[in-house]
């Protein structure tokens, strides 16, 4: 079975770790939605910002393999 990478997510603003998963969807754009409206004061997320929008508010990177 091939093993595919994990995403680590953190917070392009203050850094901080926000998830590490194999997968990101409607679920984990949400818990970003919500970091990010208690975090980014400067850059603050529209009424209902597009995925590009909450996308370009964190930083995703593959986990390097174990
Ligand atoms: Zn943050």
């Known amino acids: 079975m091939r093993r ?3 995403f680590v997510v953190t917070c ?3 850094e901080k770790p926000l998830m590490t998963t194999p997968l990101i969807g409607a679920v984990e754009i949400r ?3 919500d970091h ?14 597009t995925l590009r929008e909450v ?3 964190v930083r995703v990177r593959i ?3 174990a």
């Open 4 to 6: 595919w990478g994990l």
């Open 12 to 14: 392009a603003s203050c």
């Open 31 to 33: 818990l970003f939605e």
């Open 36 to 49: 990010l409206r208690s975090c980014s004061q400067h850059d603050p997320l529209p009424e209902s910002p």
């Open 55 to 57: 996308m370009r508010r």
């Open 63 to 65: 986990a390097d393999p």
